[in-house]
């Protein structure tokens, strides 16, 4: 059984900066590709960054590409995203998720596991 669990998110003024962390347990961490999520009220999940298991190689969607940096943590399973310069646009759950063998990172449904979520909220 894999857990992930988020912390880290929060009310913060735009152009501000959060860092969301999320721990993985039960399972090799180093077996996952990692990827963040978000969904905001009455819109579909959206992918926000990936990064791959192999070789960490990042992948990030185009509206937070140069705001936002995923890292992982081998030693500790633990996989972070670094919000910064936010925006009202930004607010949403953020979910953090983990999977084998991914075709398209982009894509929630490659992902098994899912964390409960954190809620991120920008205000303007």
Do not use: H
Not at 5 to 26: D, I, K, N
Not at 74 to 97: F, G, H, I, R, W
Not at 98 to 123: D, E, F, K, M
Request: glycine share 10%; aromatic share 12%.
């Amino acid at each position: 059984q894999v857990q992930l669990v988020e912390s880290g998110g929060g009310l913060v003024q735009a152009g501000g900066s959060l860092r969301l962390s999320c721990v993985v347990s039960g399972r090799t961490f180093n077996n996952y590709d990692m990827g963040w999520f978000r969904q905001a009220p009455g819109k579909e999940r959206e992918f926000v960054a990936a990064v791959r298991r192999s070789d960490g190689m990042t992948y990030y969607s185009d509206s937070v590409k140069g705001r936002f940096t995923i890292s992982r943590d081998n030693a500790k399973d633990t996989v972070a995203l670094q919000m910064n310069s936010l925006k009202p646009e930004d607010t949403a759950v953020y979910y953090c998720a983990a999977a084998i063998g991914v075709s398209n990172y982009y894509l929630p449904q490659w992902y098994r596991y899912w964390g409960q979520g954190t809620q991120v909220t920008v205000s303007s």
